[in-house]
């Protein structure tokens, strides 16, 4: 059990010494996962929301395709990213496989279908008649999408959250297309998996708590948010 | 409630505010609204009543161009609405209020100065509206609460203020007040009606309520799968039913139907089940006609002197059942035909009612509606 206290007491030196190295690990991570967040945000609400209000041909076919790319694994994900960017793939041209914007890209492509259902579900489970009493009261269709999407805020978070925590905390796709270039694509999951292959467990075990900690504080913050919203 | 409206309207003359041309909603192959011609003038509250189903939301949310396609034309202020009126502009003349009172997640001042934001009006203006419509309604008091924290009866004048904050040329109100418990339900109608006669709102009420749309109303429109059967005036629709239908909904218990056996003068006699009752007005020998006798206009006596009444049609019979209505009791009589009284508390006690017990009951030839059998007869379009 020595090997997990010393784990621990490195992990809290490493950090609060802001080690460098482990510092930029840690910065790398966040800024991806939440930029990746942020695109399947703004892709997913949109989509969510469209699919929601709107009834069409095959959508029992696409709502189930989200359902089932709520848990895409990142393996596969990581593999067709690879082969899309790869320098003979379809989008090979762009050169951009083995860089922060490579993972971005994949990570994106995990969270996306997360945040889209969620907010399909958000959505459809405000009263039918809701909808209609905003357009009574002379919403545009914008003004009612905006306004539908406020309502269902805490469902919202529910889906950053779920984002968030399953792009920060993925380890395979990050891998296969980040490559774990030190200083340029290493983040905290990708460092986690190659300190252990190389039985450095002290390290391991701080990064592990370092990944730990930062999901911890940033759910905690979001549930924060949302449990005050709740109970007012 | 308000009897200057008509003369307004006289001296204005004006176009209706609202008129509905061949109005037709199907539902698959099914037509589950046929309107061919409705209007509703400035200043009128017209209550559109009906059973659950009828139609009444169907034709309110149709007018709000809620529900699409429909077939047919709706005219704002002489204008057709889709044409010579945008829809959205028309949207925003007027305002909804739904049973359910559909608050947003956010506070009560927020929830009022909704319609408002939407509009885009300046926040000053904003402001004294909300205010103003708190007011009215009673709930300054729960200004900065969050809509979840409120009661019922609460969140339901949040929804008509923020209606009213809109200040709209018409206002739709589907069912407002049908689920809240009787005293909440009470104290709203009561300031209601006075709101309205303070703003001058040109008002829809549907409601399945006679009683609620017989005090808030200037005229009734009955309505029945999809078709308004009668529109006019609450007295008009309560004591002259064009059917058989709208008297029992309008709330006429007795209803029996004969035929014309003998005219004299300006009455006739007709005979039901072996009875007969003598009804002024017109109708022809031999013709088949429905009797509508409102509970109301029914006395009762144990007296069997004839002379105590001025009433042709005296008619023993025994009570059936009696039953509380309110300020009133309910009671059925059998007289060789059905036969419903509303009688007092008092009267009640004075004449000892029981069931089992025979009584007189009279009632005027005067006060007979009669519903003849060609009247019934829907013309053939």
Same mark, same amino acid.
């Given at each position: 059990?020595?090997?997990?206290?010393?784990?621990?007491?490195?992990?809290?030196? #490493?950090?609060?010494?802001?080690?460098?190295?482990?510092?930029?690990?840690?910065?790398?991570?966040?800024?991806?996962?939440?930029?990746?967040?942020?695109?399947?945000?703004?892709?997913?609400?949109?989509?969510?929301?469209?699919?929601?209000?709107? %009834?069409?041909?095959?959508?029992?076919?696409?709502?189930?395709?989200?359902?089932?790319?709520?848990?895409?694994?990142?393996?596969?994900?990581?593999?067709?990213?690879?082969?899309?960017?790869?320098?003979?793939?379809?989008?090979?041209?762009?050169?951009?496989?083995?860089?922060?914007?490579?993972?971005?890209? +994949?990570?994106?492509?995990?969270?996306?279908?997360?945040?889209?259902?969620?907010?399909?579900?958000?959505?459809?489970?405000?009263?039918?008649?809701?909808?209609?009493?905003?357009?009574?009261?002379?919403?545009?269709?914008?003004?009612?999408?905006?306004?539908?999407?406020?309502?269902?805020?805490?469902?919202?978070?529910?889906?950053?959250?779920?984002?968030?925590?399953?792009?920060?905390?993925?380890?395979?796709?990050?891998?296969?297309?980040?490559?774990?270039?030190?200083?340029?694509?290493?983040? *905290?999951?990708?460092?986690?998996?190659?300190?252990?292959?190389?039985?450095?467990?002290?390290?391991?075990? +701080?990064?592990?708590?370092?990944?730990?900690?930062?999901?911890?504080?940033?759910?905690?913050?979001?549930?924060?948010?949302?449990?005050?919203?709740?109970?007012? | 409630?308000?009897?200057?409206?008509?003369?307004?309207?006289? %001296?204005?003359?004006?176009?209706?505010?609202? $008129?509905?041309?061949?109005?037709?909603?199907?539902?698959?192959?099914?037509?589950?609204?046929?309107?061919?011609?409705?209007?509703?003038?400035?200043?009128?509250?017209?209550?559109?009543?009906?059973?659950?189903?009828?139609?009444?939301?169907?034709?309110?949310?149709?007018?709000?161009?809620?529900?699409?396609?429909?077939?047919?034309?709706?005219?704002?202020?002489?204008?057709?609405?889709?044409?010579?009126?945008?829809?959205?502009?028309? %949207?925003?003349?007027?305002?909804?209020?739904?049973? !359910?009172? *559909?608050?947003?997640?956010?506070?009560?001042?927020?929830?009022?100065?909704?319609?408002?934001?939407?509009?885009?009006?300046?926040? $000053?203006?904003? !402001?004294?509206?909300?205010?103003?419509?708190?007011?009215?309604?009673?709930?300054?008091? #729960? %200004?900065?609460?969050?809509?979840?924290?409120?009661?019922?009866?609460? +969140?339901?004048?949040?929804?008509?203020?923020?209606?009213?904050?809109?200040?709209?040329?018409? *206002?739709?109100?589907?069912?407002?007040?049908?689920?809240?418990?009787?005293?909440?339900?009470?104290?709203?109608?009561?300031?209601?009606?006075?709101?309205?006669?303070?703003?001058?709102?040109?008002?829809?009420?549907?409601?399945?309520?006679?009683?609620?749309?017989?005090?808030?109303?200037?005229?009734?429109?009955?309505?029945?799968?999809?078709?308004?059967?009668?529109?006019?005036?609450?007295?008009?629709?309560?004591?002259?039913?064009?059917?058989?239908?709208?008297?029992?909904?309008?709330?006429? !218990?007795?209803?029996?139907?004969?035929?014309?056996?003998?005219?004299?003068?300006?009455?006739?006699?007709?005979?039901?089940?072996?009875?007969?009752?003598?009804?002024?007005? !017109? +109708?022809?020998?031999?013709?088949?006609?429905?009797?509508?006798?409102?509970?109301?206009?029914?006395?009762?006596?144990?007296?069997?002197?004839?002379?105590?009444?001025?009433?042709?049609?005296?008619?023993?019979?025994?009570?059936?059942?009696?039953?509380?209505?309110?300020?009133?009791?309910?009671?059925?009589?059998?007289?060789?035909?059905?036969?419903?009284?509303?009688?007092?508390?008092?009267?009640?006690?004075?004449?000892?009612?029981?069931?089992?017990?025979?009584?007189?009951?009279?009632?005027?030839?005067?006060?007979?509606?009669?519903?003849?059998?060609?009247?019934?007869?829907?013309?053939?379009?």
């Amino acid at each position: 059990m020595d090997l997990i206290l010393e784990g621990t007491k490195k992990a809290f030196w #490493l950090l609060f010494s802001f080690d460098p190295e482990v510092l930029n690990i840690l910065l790398l991570s966040l800024r991806v996962s939440a930029t990746a967040t942020l695109i399947s945000l703004l892709i997913g609400i949109t989509g969510g929301v469209a699919i929601a209000l709107y %009834r069409f041909r095959g959508r029992a076919v696409v709502v189930s395709l989200i359902n089932t790319g709520m848990g895409l694994p990142p393996v596969v994900v990581g593999l067709f990213v690879t082969i899309f960017l790869w320098r003979n793939g379809p989008l090979g041209f762009l050169g951009i496989l083995y860089t922060p914007m490579a993972i971005i890209i +994949a990570q994106a492509v995990i969270a996306t279908p997360i945040v889209m259902g969620i907010t399909l579900a958000a959505i459809q489970h405000l009263p039918e008649k809701l909808r209609l009493q905003i357009l009574a009261l002379g919403a545009t269709r914008t003004q009612m999408v905006w306004i539908l999407i406020k309502e269902a805020k805490l469902p919202l978070l529910a889906a950053v959250m779920a984002g968030f925590g399953g792009v920060i905390s993925e380890v395979g796709a990050s891998m296969m297309v980040g490559g774990n270039i030190k200083g340029y694509t290493r983040v *905290l999951t990708t460092a986690t998996v190659m300190e252990t292959s190389r039985g450095n467990f002290d390290m391991a075990i +701080a990064l592990g708590i370092i990944l730990l900690l930062f999901a911890y504080f940033i759910n905690l913050i979001l549930t924060q948010i949302q449990q005050r919203e709740g109970l007012r | 409630m308000d009897e200057g409206w008509r003369a307004r309207m006289d %001296r204005m003359g004006s176009v209706p505010i609202l $008129e509905i041309r061949k109005l037709k909603v199907k539902k698959g192959a099914v037509t589950i609204l046929n309107v061919p011609s409705f209007q509703i003038e400035e200043g009128e509250i017209l209550s559109l009543i009906g059973p659950n189903g009828s139609g009444k939301t169907t034709l309110l949310q149709t007018l709000f161009f809620l529900l699409n396609p429909f077939q047919g034309e709706v005219f704002f202020r002489g204008k057709k609405v889709g044409l010579d009126y945008p829809v959205l502009d028309y %949207r925003r003349k007027l305002a909804l209020v739904f049973q !359910e009172p *559909l608050l947003f997640d956010t506070s009560v001042f927020n929830n009022v100065a909704s319609g408002l934001k939407i509009r885009g009006i300046k926040r $000053e203006e904003i !402001e004294r509206r909300v205010e103003e419509n708190l007011k009215r309604f009673g709930i300054e008091h #729960l %200004r900065d609460r969050f809509s979840k924290t409120l009661s019922g009866g609460e +969140a339901q004048r949040v929804s008509l203020a923020r209606a009213f904050a809109i200040q709209p040329d018409l *206002l739709l109100l589907d069912e407002p007040f049908a689920s809240l418990d009787p005293p909440t339900r009470e104290s709203l109608i009561e300031d209601f009606a006075s709101i309205l006669q303070q703003t001058r709102t040109t008002v829809i009420l549907a409601t399945h309520d006679r009683l609620e749309a017989l005090r808030l109303s200037h005229r009734l429109a009955v309505i029945k799968d999809g078709e308004i059967l009668q529109t006019g005036p609450p007295e008009e629709v309560v004591n002259r039913p064009i059917d058989e239908w709208v008297a029992s909904f309008v709330g006429t !218990e007795t209803i029996l139907k004969g035929r014309v056996i003998r005219k004299e003068g300006g009455t006739f006699l007709v005979s039901v089940e072996g009875h007969e009752i003598e009804v002024v007005g !017109e +109708a022809m020998l031999g013709e088949r006609v429905i009797l509508c006798i409102r509970p109301e206009t029914v006395t009762l006596s144990i007296s069997t002197a004839k002379e105590t009444t001025s009433a042709r049609n005296l008619f023993i019979g025994r009570i059936e059942g009696i039953q509380p209505m309110g300020f009133y009791q309910k009671v059925q009589l059998y007289c060789g035909f059905p036969l419903v009284a509303y009688v007092t508390r008092p009267s009640m006690e004075n004449l000892s009612l029981k069931v089992g017990k025979e009584v007189w009951a009279s009632f005027k030839a005067t006060s007979i509606h009669v519903i003849r059998q060609k009247e019934r007869e829907k013309p053939i379009e």
